[in-house]
C-alpha cells in the first residue's frame, strides 16, 4: 500500500517509513482489514483507478508489482482487494505525522507527504526520545521504520531498509547496495543507466562525478550527490496544524449502530494519543453523519470537565447516537474535538466543583433520552411579563467557585408557590370583584381581595396574551393567587 515516510533530521537524520496499509488498515470497513487482513492481497490504485501505486504484502506474494494495471492485478490474484485513494484521510495522516513529530522535536519540516524532516541536533535522550515516538505511531495504528544519518538524503534511504531502526554513515555499505529506483530518478535516467550496466547507488558513486555530469547533465549530477550523500539541504522549519479530526468514507452504507460505535471508539483512541502527546484535553467533540440521502447531521457534544478518558469521551458520544433517528443509511462519519488545556483548581477545600461532571453530564443524557432533550436542562426566565414564561437551558458545565459577594437586598414577605399549571377554578363576582371561588384544590367565600394586577402582551400576533390576577384571603385563613385569562379563572398559587 502507499508508503509514508517521515524523515527526521540533523547532524543525524531520523527517518520513518510507514505504509498505506496500514493506516487504511482500520478505516475501511471490510473484512480485508479485520485480524487476518494481511493474509489478502490489497491494493491501492491511482487517481485514474487504472494502475496499482502500493499493495500490500500479500499482494507482492502473488506477483503483483507497483504500475500493473487493474487487469494484471486482478489476473495474479483473483481475490485482490482494490481501494481508490482517500485524499482527505492522507491530509490526515500528515497532520498526525506532523503533531507527533513536533512532540519529539519543535524543529521539523513538511517536506513532503509522507515526510517530515526534523533537526535533532540539540536534542537530548535521542535514542529514548525515538523509541517513545514509535510506540505512539503504533499505538495509532502505523507500523514505523526509522532510519537515523548525517543528511536527509541519507536518512530517508536509511528508513527504507530499517528494521525498525537503522543508523548509518556515508561510507554504509548497506546504502550502497540500495537499487537505482530507491532515489526516483526519471524513466529516461533509470534506463540509460541500466544500459551501462548500473544498477545500484553504490555503482553508480563509482562512476567519475565528472564524466556523469558531462554525459548525463544536471539530473545525472543531482542523482550522483544524493547517492553519495553528498547534498546539503535547509530545513523549513514549520508548526503542525491544532486540527484534530479523523473520518472515514463507508464502503458499505451503516443500517445499524454497532458498526459506527466500533469507529467510534477507534477515533477516539488515536484522537486521545495525540492530544495526549502535545498535552492537552478534549473539551468538545463534533460528529458529523452524512447519510445516503445527502443529508448532513452535525452535533456537538460539550465535555463537561475537559479528559482524555475514551471510555468517559465514549460513553458521552453513545448517550448521542443510542437516541439518534435517521432517514436514510450512514455513508461517513467524521469526528472532529476540541482540545483545551488543563484547568487549575482546587478540590476538597471549600469544593467548588463537582466531583464528578463527566458522570453528571451522562445522567443528564439518560434522563434526555427518556423523556426528550428539551425537558432536561436548568429553567431561565424569558425576558417577558408573562407569568410562568420559562425555557429549558443546556447546563453549562463552568463549574468554578467565585467567592462573589451577594449584595442583592433581602426579600420580605411571604413565598408564593405555584401551580403548574393553574388548576381550573369557578369565581363568583361582585362589581368586577371576587367574593367566592369553587375548584378542586379550594372552595369558600372570599373575605378579602386585592387586585387586579393585569397583564398582557403579543397584542401583534395570534399568541397574544391577557392576564389578570388577585391574591384572596378564604374563610380558613389560606392566601391564595387567582388569575383570570382570556376565557377562564384559576387558582395559580398559594402563600407559605
Not at 37 to 66: Q, S, W, Y
Not at 130 to 148: E, W
Not at 316 to 338: C, D, G, R
Request: proline share 6%.
Amino acid at each position: 500500500m502507499q508508503r509514508v515516510e517521515n524523515t527526521y533530521v540533523s547532524s543525524k537524520q531520523l527517518s520513518l517509513d510507514v505504509t498505506l496499509e496500514d493506516h487504511y488498515s482500520d478505516l475501511f470497513s471490510s473484512p480485508v482489514f479485520e485480524e487476518t487482513h494481511a493474509d489478502i492481497p490489497a491494493a491501492l490504485l491511482d487517481d485514474d483507478g487504472i494502475h496499482v501505486i502500493e499493495l500490500n504484502h500479500a499482494a507482492e506474494e502473488a506477483g503483483i508489482r507497483p504500475g500493473a494495471s487493474t487487469s494484471q492485478a486482478i489476473a495474479r490474484a483473483p481475490e485482490l482487494v482494490l481501494y481508490t485513494r482517500a485524499r482527505s484521510h492522507e491530509r490526515q495522516l500528515q497532520d498526525v505525522l506532523l503533531q507527533l513529530a513536533y512532540s519529539y522535536s519543535p524543529f521539523i519540516e513538511n517536506s513532503a507527504p509522507g515526510v517530515c524532516t526534523i533537526d535533532v541536533t540539540k536534542t537530548r535522550h535521542l535514542q529514548s526520545g525515538l523509541r517513545k515516538l514509535l510506540a505512539q505511531l503504533r499505538a495509532i495504528g502505523l507500523k514505523a521504520q526509522a532510519g537515523i544519518a548525517p543528511n536527509p538524503e541519507i536518512a530517508l534511504q536509511a528508513a527504507k531498509i530499517a528494521d525498525p531502526v537503522l543508523e548509518i554513515s556515508h561510507d554504509c555499505n548497506l546504502l550502497q547496495s540500495l537499487p537505482l529506483e530507491s532515489l526516483d530518478p526519471s524513466a529516461f535516467l533509470l534506463d540509460i543507466l541500466k544500459s551501462w550496466g548500473v544498477r545500484t547507488l553504490g555503482a553508480l558513486t563509482r562512476l567519475p562525478r565528472n564524466e556523469i555530469a558531462q554525459r548525463l547533465g544536471l539530473e545525472g549530477l543531482s542523482l550522483w550527490d544524493r547517492a553519495a550523500g553528498q547534498t546539503t539541504k535547509v530545513l523549513h522549519f514549520v508548526q503542525p496544524s491544532e486540527k484534530f479530526e479523523e473520518s472515514i468514507d463507508f464502503e458499505q452504507r451503516l443500517e445499524t449502530l454497532e458498526p459506527l460505535l466500533f469507529v467510534l471508539r477507534r477515533f477516539l483512541e488515536r484522537l486521545s494519543l495525540r492530544i495526549e502527546s502535545v498535552y492537552l484535553l478534549i473539551a468538545e467533540l463534533h460528529l458529523v453523519l452524512t447519510l445516503e440521502n445527502g443529508e448532513k447531521i452535525l452535533r456537538s457534544l460539550q465535555i463537561p470537565a475537559p479528559t482524555r478518558d475514551v471510555e468517559m469521551l465514549y460513553g458521552i458520544a453513545v448517550q448521542y447516537l443510542e437516541t439518534l433517528q435517521t432517514t436514510a443509511p450512514v455513508t461517513s462519519f467524521h469526528l472532529e474535538i476540541k482540545p483545551s488545556k488543563p484547568d487549575g483548581h482546587q478540590f476538597d477545600l471549600f469544593q467548588g466543583k463537582l466531583r464528578d461532571p463527566n458522570r453528571f453530564f451522562q445522567t443528564l443524557a439518560r434522563l434526555a433520552a427518556l423523556v426528550g432533550t428539551e425537558k432536561v436542562g436548568i429553567p431561565q426566565q424569558i425576558n417577558t411579563h408573562r407569568p410562568d414564561s420559562l425555557r429549558i437551558q443546556t447546563p453549562e458545565f463552568d463549574w468554578s467557585w467565585h467567592g462573589v459577594k451577594n449584595t442583592s437586598h433581602p426579600k420580605i414577605g411571604p413565598g408564593l408557590r405555584r401551580y403548574r399549571p393553574g388548576i381550573i377554578a369557578s369565581v363568583q363576582l361582585d362589581k368586577d370583584k371576587p367574593v367566592s371561588v369553587q375548584s378542586n384544590l379550594i372552595s369558600g367565600k372570599i373575605l378579602e381581595a386585592r387586585g387586579p394586577w393585569n397583564l398582557s402582551g403579543n397584542w401583534w400576533d395570534r399568541a397574544r396574551w391577557e392576564i389578570s390576577e388577585w391574591d384572596v384571603v378564604l374563610e380558613d385563613g389560606g392566601i391564595y393567587r387567582l388569575a383570570q385569562g382570556l376565557s377562564q379563572w384559576e387558582v395559580v398559587g398559594v402563600y407559605d
